[in-house]
C-alpha cells in the first residue's frame, strides 16, 4: 500500500452564494417517456406550473411527489400564508431528483423538465411509478428551493458517482469552462447503461465507467490521490450510495487532509433506507470542521 501524501492548501477555490428561487409546487403533466439503456426512464414533463422554474446550478434537486404504490393516493402540501404545509389527509411520498434538463417556453414550443429515474424492481414509490409512466400522467414537483453555482479557481474537477448521480455528473460537466480538466470515475450495475452519456459530454471529460462493488469507485479516488494528480487546483464532487462514500471522505478530507471547500461528498440514497434525506451527514461520527 502506497502511503497518501498530504496536499498543502493553497487553494483559490470559491464557492458563490445560493441563488434562492421562489417556492412553488408545480402540478405537470407526462408528454415523453423514454428508456435509456437499461436503467434509467426519462420524463419529460410540460405544465404551466414550469412559470418561472430555474435550475442553474450542477447538483440542483427538486422534491417529487409519488402516488401511494399501495392505495394509489398521491397527497403533495398544500400551499399556506406561511409556506408548504401537509395536507390534512394522506402521507406524502416524495424523492429528491437532480433535473436532467430544464428548457424555458419559446414562441414554438411550451417549458419542458426532464427527469431521469433509475429502475429497479417496482416496489419503491420512485421506481413504481416510473416503471409504469406513460404520456398524459400527472406529476407533481416542487422547488428547487435554490441553486448552488460551481466553484470558480480551480483548474481541476474530479467527479465520482453511482446510477443515481449521472443527471448531475452531466450537468457538472456541461457547466464547468472549457479551461477546467475534468475526469468522472462512474459505477455502473451494467455496462450499457454508459450510453446515458451523450457523445458530446464524453468527450468534454475523461469518463472512466466501473463496474459496481468491492469498492471500486473508493479505489479510482485513491488511485488518483496516491499518484499526486489530485493537486490544489482541484476540486472533487462524489455522489452516490451513502455506505459507499464514507470511506472515501475520510480519505480525502483525514488523509490527504483536503479542506472542505474542495471536497463535497453526497449520499444521495442508503442501502435499506426509504427517503433518506441527502443533506444529512455521511458519517455523523466524523462532523465537518
Aim: proline share 9%; hydrophobic share 40%; glycine share 10%.
Amino acid at each position: 500500500m502506497i502511503e497518501a501524501t498530504p496536499v498543502v492548501e493553497h487553494s483559490p477555490i470559491e464557492h458563490g452564494p445560493v441563488e434562492r428561487h421562489p417556492f412553488a409546487i408545480r402540478h405537470l403533466t407526462v408528454t415523453s417517456v423514454r428508456q435509456i439503456g437499461i436503467s434509467f426512464v426519462r420524463v419529460t414533463l410540460e405544465g404551466a406550473d414550469l412559470d418561472g422554474f430555474a435550475s442553474t446550478g450542477p447538483a440542483d434537486h427538486v422534491k417529487v411527489f409519488f402516488p401511494d404504490p399501495a392505495s394509489g393516493e398521491l397527497a403533495v402540501p398544500v400551499m399556506t400564508p406561511d409556506g408548504p404545509a401537509r395536507p390534512s389527509e394522506g402521507t406524502v411520498i416524495s424523492r429528491d431528483y437532480t433535473p436532467r434538463s430544464f428548457r424555458p417556453a419559446t414562441a414554438d414550443s411550451p417549458a419542458s423538465l426532464e427527469l431521469d429515474f433509475v429502475v429497479h424492481g417496482d416496489t419503491a414509490p420512485a421506481t413504481a411509478w416510473a416503471s409504469k409512466a406513460k404520456v398524459g400522467d400527472a406529476l407533481v414537483v416542487a422547488g428547487p428551493r435554490g441553486s448552488r453555482p460551481a466553484p470558480t479557481g480551480m483548474t481541476k474537477v474530479l467527479l465520482g458517482a453511482d446510477e443515481s448521480a449521472l443527471p448531475a455528473v452531466a450537468r457538472w460537466i456541461a457547466m464547468l469552462p472549457e479551461n477546467v480538466e475534468i475526469s468522472a470515475f462512474i459505477e455502473l450495475d451494467h455496462d450499457s447503461d454508459a450510453v446515458y452519456l451523450d457523445p458530446e459530454v464524453v468527450q468534454r471529460a475523461q469518463v472512466i465507467w466501473l463496474s459496481k462493488g468491492d469498492g471500486a469507485l473508493e479505489r479510482a479516488i485513491r488511485g488518483m490521490g496516491d499518484s499526486g494528480a489530485i493537486d490544489d487546483g482541484t476540486y472533487i464532487w462524489v455522489a452516490g450510495e451513502t455506505g459507499g462514500l464514507v470511506a472515501i471522505r475520510r480519505y480525502l478530507r483525514r488523509e490527504l487532509g483536503l479542506p472542505a471547500s474542495r471536497v463535497t461528498v453526497d449520499g444521495y440514497w442508503k442501502r435499506g433506507v426509504a427517503g433518506r434525506d441527502h443533506h444529512a451527514p455521511i458519517d455523523p461520527s466524523d462532523p465537518e470542521d
